[in-house]
């Protein structure tokens, strides 16, 4: 604590990202990074851009990249807003719609970034509980609120919230801002972005670190109503013009493009993420049902926190979170299927004691 | 305004930036870029991380980045803060140092984004006047404030204050935080980074977009006192956890670590600067003595928005700030020998009326 910070900062508990470790190589399943490299294409527009206009400022609106968004969501590019990374325009949309009198309402097991917005932005929070099962019920969400936000599907618990259960919730809290933070629906889920032109205080949040490969780029982007879309320009200009790079703006321009590439790998971390479940059922462990490129799993004999401990020294890198109901949990990002045949050879040999 | 936007955001007026024109080619001497390109290092640097890594996050803390400022500027790592331009570091400083009870103060005439700032992170702010000849007289700042900010050079006047002035202020304002904003001090001042031992309350803060040719890739510093940067981490870490991408971080890195290069540019710059001055007074231009890559002009007889109008039509852009005090001026950024012989053609014709 130093008496030059402001009240606030003190108040503070910062986001703590998973490791980003430099010591050695890991089998690195911790932070939800695509296994697969980012599609060519992409690596092409960065080579071709990589010249000396990278001395003029990059185009403040990121109109390029809004138009590709755009296309592939069938939307006007008045419908997209982009920022420097998913947790960004998470940012901005909490300031720009949540700074309410009310208090906003998310789940407790959910991504640990949203009680931490709220205390920068000075934001009331009221916390739901997850069911027993790790599953979100919307019943449990009173209307009177200045706001909703949740992961679909959620992390770190991979769960994902069938449509209907939104557009319902949308049917009845009509008054706050919904915000659905889609980082993971590409593995298995189904965007709610079909569900922005009949309702305006919808918003979606991605991103382009997951199924798209290019978490090293840092962009995100958010769908909805042009009204929303218009307030977060309004924070973002507040805050910061040029958020995207020219690199960035024209790496994830070909990522949101290059569909095929998209399909294939996505598809296969579905189909990795399926053999691995049936592998850790046979090892006694409990799975939550993942829509995600990642499991979340509690072994019936074995804490996890042991677990994890003696998979970091093997060199393999899961994320473990010490925090109530989720402590006997570990969260694994799904691999390719060489490193998840790796993971599981671990597994088998803490658990067998050898 | 929508009914799903904050009372905060409705009552933003958020910064305009100068205009990034995409209808023809123009001389673009409007948002102070740099008319050379990058270093050549920086170009092979980013060649050499385009590749499969780009699907990893890059590190948080952005370690190889802050250790080469260090090294440049000599200091502890534990000095340096990176950000997503210097705008973002800005910000970040704003809500970490300046929300306070009292008033913070900076100069009438200065980058329009301070009292954006203020506005978003609901700062109130006394404006202290420049002298009628454009200077910053510290001793119109009183020591009941709540921060300090103003930009050495100031912009958009070029107008440098000595470092002794800058010592006097710290020596008696020792209470709240001092933020110097360098992003023009290479090109003729001299920067307050080696007063930061002494003063742990000074902040200094500098961007790679202007003499480092690198405004495409977004990359901006501040260097001050391990308690001043921890509190600006906690900030960060509570807002966005990676903020810069693999690529401006090595980009940044190899641009700090040439230094030959940007001696030879910055030098090639002033010494422009300085016969354009001489042509500008020979057309009856007023020009405040400059330190920056830009010039601040008036004209004896024609009215600035009319100069800057013309040149817009011959496809030279320059900035004209429609505001109290300096609504009859141009700020003119300083571009390659070229193209301000150019500009001063261009003048010429227009000021004979040919």
Redesign the interface.
Known sequence: M?K??????RG??????GE?P?DRKYI?LN?N??????SPA??EA??KH???????????DGDILKAAIADYFQVDKKNVFVG??S??VL?LAF??????EKPILYPDITYSFYP??S??FEIEADIIPLTGDFRINLADYPVDNGGIIFPNPNAPTGRFLPLEQIESLLKRNTV??VIIDEAYVDFGGESCISLIKNY??LLAIQTL?KAR??????VGYAVGSS??I??L????????????????LV?ATAAINDRFYFETTRRAIIATREWVVTELEKLDFEVVPSAANFVFIQHRNQKAEELFSALRQRGVLVRYFKMPRIDNHLRVTIGTDDEMQEFIRHLQAILSGS
Chains 1, 2 share one sequence.
């Open positions: 130093s030059y910070w402001s009240e606030l900062i503070l508990n910062p986001y703590i990202p980003q430099k690195k932070t990074e695509n296994p697969y490299p980012p992409v690596l960065i080579r990589t010249g000396k206009d990278l001395r003029l400022y990059p185009d403040p420097n990374g947790d960004e940012a300031i720009t719609f949540f700074k309410q931490v917005y205390k920068f706050s801002v305006p205080n670190s490969s290019l978490a090293g780029m840092r009204e929303l218009d307030g320009e309004r924070a973002k200009n507040s805050f910061n013009s040029y958020t995207l790079d020219r690199l960035a790496a």
